[in-house]
Nanobody, 121 residues
Framework: VQLQASGGGLVQAGGSLRLSCAASGLTINWYDLAWFRQVPEKEREFVAS???????SYADSVKGRFTVSRDNAKNTVYLQMISLKPEDTAVYYC????????????????WGQGTQVTVSS
């Protein structure tokens, strides 16, 4: 199983980025998917999830600015980020779980390698 995250980069505050996470070795239709982020010396925190039943959830800090979506045909999950703020700067990780996981970090079995997002002020 492999999750390949991409799309990170350097952007000015107010800008946009779209992260992608391509899965191989699993079929995302049957998985809960989520994005988390982490800054140095802090715990990895929940950003957004798309569970197999269709429910989508967001952390309060990103509601209205981030959108998670999945393309089952491409076996890929996306995170569209707009109105980015310097506090969004982090390494972003995608994750997949074959069981019900939603925003529970400890329940995710598979993780991508992370992609750096840096938002300058």
């Amino acid at each position: 199983v492999q999750l390949q995250a991409s799309g990170g980069g350097l952007v000015q505050a107010g800008g946009s980025l779209r992260l992608s996470c391509a899965a191989s070795g699993l079929t995302i239709n049957w998985y809960d998917l989520a994005w988390f982020r982490q800054v140095p010396e802090k715990e990895r925190e929940f950003v957004a999830s798309s569970v197999r039943g269709g429910t989508i959830s967001y952390a309060d800090s990103v509601k209205g600015r981030f959108t998670v979506s999945r393309d089952n045909a491409k076996n890929t999950v996306y995170l569209q980020m707009i109105s980015l703020k310097p506090e969004d700067t982090a390494v972003y990780y995608c994750a997949a779980s074959p069981s019900v996981a939603a925003g529970a970090r400890s329940l995710y079995d598979y993780w991508g390698q992370g992609t750096q997002v840096t938002v300058s002020s």
